[in-house]
Structures are given as structure tokens and as C-alpha cells.
């Protein structure tokens, strides 16, 4: 079973983020990269049988972002509800743990677009502005080796940018739908890590992506959780709100889903 040892607790305490190299193990991996690409070409067809190009912030054959699908799948919920995210959800998170998003995110090759500066939670707290919830929890799980050629990901460390509990005002940029959360000359730490290897980070860690120059799609897979149902200022659940641990104890229910949103 994977460990999550103090050195990574310890950075994770102090930068908000940490990296977990080849934490995923090669079946797994095999598994998630037939599921996202089977994801992908349903999303084509989707868009190519309506005419459009983009959607939100996908844009076909160049990003795309596919949302909270899993239970389109055989397979998914065992990697999300499994041991390998109980055991690193737990060890941020604590003892009570739900299922709060989950997501593919795909470059696609030689055109795949960046991604700019923005915190997790600056989504929500866009379209819901009285909304205070909590920080929660991503697990930016790569199912490619992640290159700066390729379009990884940057992150900017919380002790520099003190942004722990705040989230900072987002604008919506032109062209690409994509909120912009910092406007700064910090670079930020370059992610480049083997394929199954996940960036674990707080949703007010700010973060952004490069484009994919490459010949080969940049697939991403994000499950992120939370300790408590995050709720819009109206007091509805806000994307999932799935029971995975309480007090330590695996509680998923698969039929259990349709009410998850109501308990907690």
C-alpha cells in the first residue's frame, strides 16, 4: 500500500502542494488512459453532433475538460473510492473524507492550449460569490510522463503567496473562458514528473498549465475531496458531496450516490 511519509506531510503543510512520483501503479495506470480517451472521443461526438467547437472552457482537439462522469463507468469508482486515494485523502485531508469533483483534463497534441493562473476555488467562489466554503483537495493524477514541452503544470508555493485561506478575485479572459486569479512574475515550480505520478494541492493553491507542443495528447485525471459537503451560499450542495470515509471507516456506498448530496 502506498505511504505518504512525513517529508511529504511536511511539504504539503508548508507549500500547499506536494508531488507523489509514480504513485500509481502500471494496471491502474493502463486503466485510467482507456477511460480517458474513451471519454474524449464521446465528447467529440457530442460537440461535433451539436456544431460547436467549445464548450465552457473545452475546446475540441485542443483542451478538454470533462466533468463528473464517473458513473458512466465500470471502473472509475473503484480508483476513486479504492485504497490509493483513501489512504493520500486521509493523509491531508483527516478521518472524514467525501468525494467533492472529479475530472479529465486532456491537451491535445501539437495545439493543446495553456491554462492560466487560478486557484481551484476560485471557480467556485466565481459563480457563487457569498460562497465560503473550505478549501478541498486535488489530486492531479498524470497519466503521461509531464514535460514543460508538453503543457505541465506550475505551481505557485502558499508560503509565497500566503493564499492558505484566501481566495483571490478571478476574471474571465477572452477567447479561452479560463478565470485569471494572478497577473504576477512568480514562475512558479514546474511539475515534471513520470506518468503515474500526482500533484496533491489545496484549492486555493494557485496553479496554471502550459500548451502542448508535442505529438502526443497530455492526459490528466483530478479527483478532489473534501472533508465536508461543500455548499452554495443558498445552502445546496454544490458538484458531489459523496461519503468515502467517516471517522477513518470506508462508508461508499455505489448505491448509496442518488442521496449522498443529502447527508452530512
Given at each position: 500500500?502506498?505511504?505518504?511519509?512525513?517529508?511529504?506531510?511536511?511539504?504539503?503543510?508548508?507549500?500547499?502542494?506536494?508531488?507523489?512520483?509514480?504513485?500509481?501503479?502500471?494496471?491502474t495506470?493502463?486503466m485510467l488512459?482507456e477511460?480517458?480517451?474513451?471519454?474524449?472521443?464521446?465528447?467529440?461526438?457530442?460537440?461535433?453532433?451539436?456544431?460547436?467547437?467549445?464548450?465552457?472552457?473545452?475546446?475540441?482537439?485542443?483542451?478538454?475538460f470533462?466533468?463528473?462522469?464517473?458513473?458512466?463507468?465500470?471502473?472509475?469508482?473503484?480508483?476513486?473510492?479504492?485504497?490509493?486515494?483513501?489512504t493520500?485523502?486521509?493523509?491531508?485531508?483527516?478521518?472524514?473524507?467525501?468525494?467533492f469533483?472529479?475530472?479529465?483534463?486532456?491537451k491535445?497534441?501539437?495545439?493543446?492550449?495553456?491554462?492560466?493562473?487560478?486557484?481551484?476555488?476560485?471557480y467556485?467562489?466565481?459563480?457563487?460569490?457569498?460562497?465560503?466554503?473550505?478549501?478541498?483537495?486535488?489530486?492531479w493524477?498524470?497519466?503521461?510522463?509531464?514535460?514543460?514541452?508538453?503543457?505541465?503544470?506550475?505551481?505557485?508555493?502558499?508560503?509565497?503567496?500566503?493564499?492558505?485561506?484566501?481566495?483571490?478575485?478571478?476574471?474571465?479572459?477572452?477567447?479561452?473562458?479560463?478565470?485569471?486569479?494572478?497577473?504576477?512574475?512568480?514562475?512558479?515550480?514546474?511539475?515534471?514528473?513520470?506518468?503515474?505520478?500526482?500533484?496533491?494541492?489545496?484549492?486555493?493553491?494557485?496553479?496554471?498549465?502550459?500548451?502542448?507542443?508535442?505529438?502526443?495528447?497530455?492526459?490528466?485525471?483530478?479527483?478532489?475531496?473534501?472533508?465536508?459537503?461543500?455548499?452554495?451560499?443558498?445552502?445546496?450542495?454544490?458538484?458531489?458531496?459523496?461519503?468515502?470515509?467517516?471517522?477513518?471507516?470506508?462508508?461508499?456506498?455505489?448505491?448509496?450516490?442518488?442521496?449522498?448530496?443529502?447527508?452530512?
Amino acid at each position: 500500500m502506498y505511504d505518504v511519509d512525513a517529508t511529504a506531510r511536511d511539504a504539503f503543510e508548508r507549500d500547499g502542494f506536494v508531488v507523489l512520483e509514480s504513485a500509481i501503479d502500471r494496471d491502474t495506470l493502463a486503466m485510467l488512459r482507456e477511460e480517458c480517451d474513451g471519454f474524449v472521443e464521446r465528447t467529440d461526438r457530442w460537440l461535433e453532433a451539436r456544431g460547436k467547437d467549445t464548450h465552457s472552457i473545452t475546446h475540441r482537439g485542443r483542451r478538454y475538460f470533462i466533468a463528473n462522469r464517473h458513473r458512466e463507468s465500470a471502473r472509475m469508482p473503484g480508483f476513486l473510492f479504492g485504497d490509493l486515494m483513501r489512504t493520500l485523502s486521509t493523509a491531508f485531508l483527516g478521518p472524514t473524507v467525501y468525494l467533492f469533483h472529479e475530472q479529465w483534463v486532456v491537451k491535445g497534441a501539437e495545439r493543446g492550449m495553456r491554462f492560466a493562473w487560478h486557484q481551484d476555488s476560485g471557480y467556485v467562489r466565481f459563480q457563487d460569490p457569498d460562497n465560503r466554503h473550505a478549501p478541498y483537495l486535488t489530486c492531479w493524477c498524470a497519466l503521461d510522463d509531464m514535460t514543460r514541452e508538453n503543457g505541465t503544470i506550475s505551481v505557485l508555493s502558499q508560503a509565497r503567496t500566503g493564499s492558505r485561506n484566501t481566495v483571490f478575485p478571478h476574471r474571465r479572459e477572452a477567447g479561452t473562458n479560463d478565470l485569471v486569479g494572478y497577473d504576477g512574475d512568480e514562475p512558479g515550480q514546474l511539475i515534471e514528473a513520470p506518468a503515474g505520478s500526482i500533484a496533491v494541492f489545496w484549492s486555493t493553491t494557485l496553479h496554471k498549465s502550459g500548451a502542448n507542443a508535442t505529438d502526443r495528447p497530455r492526459r490528466a485525471y483530478l479527483p478532489q475531496y473534501s472533508r465536508e459537503p461543500i455548499r452554495r451560499a443558498d445552502g445546496s450542495v454544490w458538484s458531489l458531496a459523496i461519503p468515502f470515509v467517516r471517522d477513518g471507516e470506508l462508508v461508499y456506498e455505489p448505491s448509496g450516490e442518488a442521496t449522498a448530496a443529502t447527508l452530512g
